[in-house]
């Protein structure tokens, strides 16, 4: 017999033996979700009260003792001006629940961050390369050892996009004598070099917590030309540096734009302990760029006297303008205008002592700056030894001894291997130094007194330098372009940018001759020549 098939009703899914308890499940999962929805502020409150207690809790804890008594009394000026305000305590309620909701918001998970395999295998093999620096024989828990864990060592770090360190803070045993210059160059060298050549970087030491910060540093602005810079008299914008060098920064354009720059300004006069300056540097290096950077700005409160003793003629714009009183570059015409020089500086000295004796103020034509701006003056130093003449820079002894009571500032530059032509007392007074162009740490350190504190790279544009003002830290220089306007391959905007600081001419330009003494001449009659000896 065939059996009858039972109402479908009956076969359903929801008559199935699982049925109540999957419906079952399906209900209590949508009550929780709803329970939920409904109790979720009053979660997040809750849980923003709990973070906010224990974070009072901590305050309370890190707030020293005799500080408790007022930090009670404001609590309690405050509860009790909140409740004598009308509605204060609802509001004030009000306020605890929204800071607690913000508190108490869920927080993403922070994402796992974490160096991949390449990079872990970077830092593994700095490490090892540290080793033979950063670890002695006979330390029985070494911080370096060869089987070594680099996480124990390298307390931060982080990767360019393109996977190359970028930023390494190490920590470093104690006995690791890092007050010696020798012993923290050899670190610098292998973290150089392990960290890929040809980038600039930064080290910082901190001995007292025997760290070490290494930092990737980008190139200083190239783009910043010769310009008004608002400084104070006396002060000369030499370059600019790095922002974190620096307290200061300055107005600039750039290119077509207006912003801000970091400037190492050099002071001068009476009040500087480094009133002279030495600029060293491999030809082509942007000696000369510097030096008329330098007379464009003392211009516009003093007197330039320019010696060019590579004789090309590169001061040629300052001819004939006012306040230049000569631009030499032959001998004769040198050691002329460096004696007149040497005279006047003892002429500003006798005079200023004569007014304080006197109690009247010094005379003003004593308190006009006066630069000497020498390029490659060992030029001339070999020429007059060969001529059997007078050294020109034994003239420059006397500004360079006393120019600083006389307003007196000299500026010498020169290259590399002529610097032992360099006589004694220009080494010696000379504390404001340059050192431009490409250079070892040993060439650096020899003309600065201090190695860099980043890694000198092969590469590096013209007018890119480090400057030391007397024992100040070793800064990074970028000299503002200021190029020869009369020089052809000279970009127009930077021809324009020059000659718009040139002063104005006292002497019509087909008249104005390099070798002749302009306005000196004029004053030279007038010196009254008497040697700084008489004075004492
Ligand atoms: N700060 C700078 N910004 C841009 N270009 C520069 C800068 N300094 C120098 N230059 C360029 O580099 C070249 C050489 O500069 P400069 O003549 O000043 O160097 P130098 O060291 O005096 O060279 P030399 O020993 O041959 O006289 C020039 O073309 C100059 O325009």
Known sequence: MARRPLPRILTGSAFSG???LARG????????????????????ISRGLRRLTVAGRERWAATPKEQRGPLCFLVAAGGLIVALVPYGPLLALIAVMAVSAWAGREQPPEEETGPSEAETGRLQALYEALVPYLSVEGDPSPLYAHDGDWEGAFTEYAFDDDGRLEQLRLTYPAYFTDGEDEARLRVEQVLHAKSGRGREYHFAWDEAANELLMTVLGALPTDIAAQYFVTAPGETVLGFTDPDSVQRTLPVVRGAEAGDAPPVVWRTGRRSTEPHLLALGQPGTGATTLLRSIALQALRHGDVLVVDGSGTGEFGCLTGRRGVLAVESGLSGTLATLEWAAHETERRL?????????GAPEPADTRRPLWIIADRLTALTHLAAVAGRDDPQRLLQVPLR??????????????????ELLS?????HTKARIVLGPATVEEVRAVLGEPPHTTPTPQVPPGRGYARLGSGPVLRLQVPATPDPYDEATGEAH?????????????PAEAADVHAPVSFTKRSVAVDVVPVDAQE
């Open 18 to 20: 699982r049925a109540p």
């Open 25 to 44: 499940r399906d209900l209590a999962r949508s009550a929780a979700d709803g329970a939920f929805d409904v109790l979720h502020p009053l979660i997040t």
């Open 350 to 358: 006798i005079a200023a002592n004569r007014a304080r004796q006197a």
């Open 402 to 419: 006393h120019g600083r009571a006389a307003q007196v500032t000299v500026v010498v530059a020169d290259q590399f291997e002529s610097a």
């Open 424 to 428: 004694e007392p220009v080494r010696a």
């Open 495 to 507: 021809r324009q940018a020059v000659v718009a600081l040139l002063p104005e001419r006292t002497v």
